[in-house]
């Protein structure tokens, strides 16, 4: 199963920018990020959009989709450049249904993002923008593996964080004068990661210990 499933894949270099779903399309592949972030963006029917979630190393974009209707209801675009996995949703399928292990990791993967997204609203609505800026900071940073040169705008940030730009500016200037970050055009250089951390929301770590235990948890997936 292995080997069948990785003949299948595909490596593919990603570029910043690049859209790999529009809202509405087909599901015709799906992601794996080895180095790139992927972020996935809600849309409104006026067309203005918020960044929902980001996608990095260990996490997958369409796997759910591929499976349900096969539609996107999310924009996904390469935040920062890098490489990835992508397999054919037909042969994803048919290795989903095939394989036991798979399920299990793609339900664990699924039920540790409810997780993240149910905290993150929590987020929103209590912690400071600084704080929460700090939280995507790192978050950008593990899950790209791009260490501490982030490519990432101001605008990007607000986008994500749900803000102003101006919000972000301010926020950016405050962490830059407390030595935890630099802050160019275009990107974002982290200083200081275990003071960085330290001023990040709680939000982080409740995020990471709910997420461990998931993947951990020996209990059998329940299936149909």
Request: a neutral charge.
């Amino acid at each position: 199963m292995a080997l069948k499933f990785a003949t299948n894949l595909e490596r593919v270099e990603l570029t910043r920018g690049q859209v790999l779903q529009e809202t509405g399309d087909a599901v015709d592949w799906v992601w794996f990020p080895e180095n790139a972030l992927i972020c996935i963006a809600s849309e409104s029917v006026e067309g203005e959009s918020v960044s929902g979630g980001m996608i990095g190393r260990n996490g997958t974009f369409g796997a759910f989709e591929a499976c349900g209707s096969r539609l996107s209801y999310a924009r996904a675009l390469v935040q920062i450049d890098g490489n990835a996995w992508r397999i054919r949703d037909h042969h994803y399928r048919d290795l989903f249904v095939q394989s036991s292990n798979l399920r299990v990791a793609i339900h664990k993967h699924i039920e540790a993002l409810l997780v993240e997204a149910r905290q993150l609203v929590a987020c929103t609505a209590i912690h400071r923008v600084e704080h929460r800026m700090c939280r995507f900071l790192l978050d950008a940073s593990a899950r790209s593996h791009q260490g501490s040169h982030l490519t990432l705008t101001q605008e990007e940030l607000a986008n994500a964080l749900g803000v102003q730009r101006s919000t972000i500016a301010v926020a950016s200037s405050a962490l830059q004068r407390s030595g935890l970050i630099r802050s160019r055009r275009g990107s974002i250089d982290i200083l200081d990661f275990s003071r960085l951390e330290a001023a990040a929301c709680s939000c982080r770590r409740t995020i990471a210990f709910a997420q461990q235990e998931i993947l951990m948890t020996s209990e059998r997936v329940c299936e149909a």
